[in-house]
């Protein structure tokens, strides 16, 4: 899309364009990162332009000829991966509160490094046998599905033993599993309003647990929107490197050099034991 300019300080005013997924299964994300931006909107009306774009294939490219201060927002793991080189390409600073991501963008999401680590570590708490998991995803599901197979034979749980195995699923296939099976373990973020159902999703039947992140997606994405507006607010002329150090320096949660917020991880947690609440922040 093209951003509308109004005002006689049109020109000047920076212009964020902010990635989120307006249609399909991540449209949870992209509601609480609008939100977020609405916030901003209505807090500081004359900070910046914010210019929405639906996540879709060459979204980057359209972003990165349109001249904006800087992006906020993706979702989707592997097409992010490829839009960060478009925008290193141009010097366009680029903040992720949902993905993984290495400098010079910003992310405040954890590595999936340690989501791996933590589900088969969360297997051998719970005593289980082996670490199985649902394989008909998409390609983010089934690249995590191989790097938790391969940590688990390492582990040694690889289901030989006597036992009932963990179970590794996304929250839409929870209802299907047989009930009365060996733990159950979701990784998701209870800061999106999909979290809510899956109590219910998940019966009174199954051992069910929650593996997410310490920080959800709602406080993410509150940290990431506030740390740009304050920037611009107090330096509306900063671009490229520049304003992405700035970002960094004005961040409420610390980011490491590497990429992600400082000692930030995911968490294991029962159903019940997670807050549900989406913008409970």
């Known amino acids: 899309m093209q951003c509308p300019r109004s005002g006689p300080d049109a020109a000047e005013r920076p212009s964020v364009a902010v990635v989120a997924p307006l249609t399909g299964p991540r449209t949870a994300w ?3 990162l609008l939100g977020e931006v609405d916030r901003a909107r209505a807090s500081c009306p004359d900070v910046a332009e914010w210019c929405v774009h639906d996540e879709s294939p ?3 490219e359209s972003v990165a000829r349109a001249g904006y201060t800087a992006v906020l927002g993706h979702c989707d793991t592997l097409g992010t991966r490829r839009a960060l080189s478009v925008y290193e390409s141009v010097g366009l600073p680029c903040l992720l509160p949902f993905v993984p991501a290495a400098p010079p963008a910003l992310s405040w999401a954890p590595h999936e490094d340690a989501l791996v680590r933590t589900l088969v570590e969360a297997a051998s708490a719970l005593g289980a046998a082996g ?3 649902a394989h008909d995803e998409g390609p983010e599901w089934a690249a ?3 790097r938790v ?3 688990a034979a390492r582990a040694g749980l690889t289901g030989h033993s006597t036992g009932a195995p963990a179970v590794l699923t996304s929250q839409r296939r929870v209802a299907q599993l047989p009930a009365g099976e060996g733990p159950v373990l979701v990784p998701l973020d209870c800061g999106l309003s999909s979290f809510t ?3 219910s999703e998940a019966g009174s039947e199954r051992q069910v647990w929650a593996v997410h ?3 959800c997606a709602a406080r993410r994405a509150r940290t990431a929107v506030t740390a740009l507006a304050q920037t611009l607010t107090a330096a509306p002329t900063l671009r490229g490197a520049a304003l992405t150090e700035a970002v960094r320096a004005r961040s409420g949660a610390l980011l490491t050099t590497a990429g992600g917020v400082l000692g930030d991880g995911w968490r294991v947690s029962r159903l019940g034991s997670v807050c549900p ?3 409970e922040v």
């Open 58 to 60: 060459g979204v980057a």
């Open 131 to 133: 670490l199985s998991a």
């Open 277 to 279: 609440a989406r913008g």
């Open 144 to 146: 995590l599905v191989r």
């Open 197 to 199: 159902a899956l109590a």
């Open 149 to 151: 197979e391969t940590a």
């Open 213 to 215: 992140p310490q920080m």
């Open 30 to 32: 992209g509601s609480v």
